[in-house]
């Protein structure tokens, strides 16, 4: 167990919390974490990475957390995307800045269709990880351990590429540093001034069947903003740039409770990886090490939920993890598939409402809605994934619960890795650019349509209201 130079073994933040350190989940079971060869290395790299600056201030996680808690109380909405796995050669300008656009794009459209302002968390600088069926992988009578993403080992199948290797947690943790110090510096520079939208447009969406209705929504956005500036008597300029969060699975328990701090002024412990990590179903069990980490952190957390969560695992995870009822807290964000979505959602809902605890409902429309085409790639169906984000709005408003936002595997990129869309994409065209190594994404023209038709979905609501 990493040892911290002046921390106690046990700490807690609250009377509910029972004792906790950031080391304390590795005194539980503790699923989907690499084996290294070096123990020694692992130790080494862990104090490294404990002693380096952190990504984030408790202010920022702070901010996010209430406005989370505005959009579970449906006066904002939440729009969370990004990579499935981040790799770390992605981190350069162009791919960072595509990854901005889009995303800018998107809220400006959810923005025109809620009526409300939008909270923009992208699955980005931290995004390294990822969880795997199988802990091994065979091919023609080869067995090597499975790709984990580029914080763990590299995706090559060789020996040496699928290795773990703790000094990728440093590599990892650079690029993440990197790419979100330009992001800020995009944000904050003007790039994102909503005055300037001409600045977030991608080479490829002049040719898109969306182009015009896009460009009408941008004209639509901007006259309001204009507009409200004269009411409020600012100048132009005051209104310059918008706010943006990361997120990241808090898979690699080393590196997460390594950057896990008590912060002067603040109370209690903050991962200062990220503003908002979440776990999968597949590392929610209750004695297990994810749980244990996440129950004693100050971030807003989120659970994935699956059709296979239970009423009771639901509210004792609930009871766990957010046992002070703190606003903006715990987020749910099920991810049920369209075939499962109608009949699961509604005792979910009802289980919440029967914990008495309010929690932040986000729809993830990607992974329930995976497929294997007929050559064995792994993609999604657009009208899936629109289908269960329709069902989703739909099912929250009849059980008077309120949707807080939606949760995208997505690129700026133009890659070829999900069917169907505007253009028509067909499984005879995923191989032109399909290039994830793990979960297939939408590209940016099926990721702008479905900021679209989201925000349609968003109009007729509020109308039929």
């Known amino acids: 167990m990493m040892k911290r130079k002046g921390v106690a073994a046990t700490t807690w933040y609250s009377e509910t919390l029972s004792f906790w350190s950031p080391e304390s989940w590795q005194s539980k079971p503790t699923l989907q974490q690499p084996v290294y060869q070096s123990h020694e290395s692992l130790e080494r790299v862990a104090a490294e990475l404990a002693s380096l600056p952190p990504l984030v201030t408790a202010w ?36 960072i800045t595509n990854k901005l656009k889009i995303l800018l794009q ?27 069926s199988e802990d091994f992988e065979k091919r023609d009578g080869v067995t090597l351990p499975s790709y984990r993403g580029d914080l763990t080992n590299r995706p090559e199948f060789t020996e040496s590429a699928r290795r773990p290797d703790p000094e990728l947690l440093l590599r990892g943790y650079e690029r993440a540093a990197l790419t979100l110090n330009f992001v800020r510096s995009l944000v904050r520079g003007g790039f994102a001034d909503l005055h300037h939208p001409e600045y977030w447009r991608l080479d490829f969406v002049k040719h898109s069947p969306l182009a015009e209705e896009y460009e009408r929504i941008v004209g639509a956005v901007t006259e309001s903003l204009r507009f409200m500036e004269n009411v409020l008597g ?41 503003h908002f990590p979440w776990i999968g179903m597949r590392t929610a069990a209750l004695d297990g090490g994810h749980v244990e980490y996440m129950r004693g952190i100050r971030n807003p957390i989120g659970v994935k939920i699956g059709p296979g969560m239970t009423r009771d695992w639901l509210l004792k995870l609930i009871d766990v993890l957010h046992p002070d009822n703190e606003k903006g807290r715990l987020v749910l964000i099920h991810r049920l598939g369209r075939l499962k979505i109608a009949e699961r959602l509604p005792e979910l809902i009802e289980t919440v409402r029967e914990s008495g605890k309010q929690v932040v409902w986000i729809c993830d429309p990607m992974h329930g809605n995976t497929r294997a ?48 869309g505007a253009r028509g994409l067909t499984e005879e065209g995923l191989a032109a650019r399909y290039e994830t190594e793990v979960d297939p994404r939408l590209n940016y023209e099926q990721a702008l349509e479905l900021a679209l038709l989201t925000a349609r979905k968003m109009m007729l609501g509020a109308s039929a209201r």
């Not at 459209?109 to 990822?130: C, D, M």
């Not at 132009?236 to 002024?265: K, N």
């Open 60 to 95: 920022e996680i702070d901010q996010l957390k209430a406005q989370f808690s505005e959009a579970a109380e449906g006066r904002r909405f939440i729009l969370q995307g990004g990579d499935c796995a981040e790799r770390l050669g992605d981190c350069n300008p162009q791919t």
């Open 106 to 132: 998107m809220s400006l459209v959810l923005i025109h269709g809620s009526k409300k302002p939008v909270v923009r968390v992208g699955r980005f600088a931290g995004q390294y990880a990822k969880p795997r």
């Open 234 to 274: 600012l100048h132009p300029g005051e209104i310059e740039w918008v706010d943006f969060f990361t997120s990241h699975e808090a898979l690699h328990l080393t590196y997460e409770s390594a950057q896990t701090r008590e912060v002067p002024y603040r109370h209690g412990w903050h991962n200062l990886s990220t």
């Open 373 to 420: 085409t007929a050559a064995g790639r792994k993609t999604r169906y657009f009208e899936d994934i629109l289908r269960e984000l329709e069902l989703a709005f739909d099912l929250h408003a009849a059980n008077k619960s309120v949707l807080a936002g939606v949760h995208f595997e997505l690129t700026g990129e133009d890659v070829t890795e999900c069917v169907g």
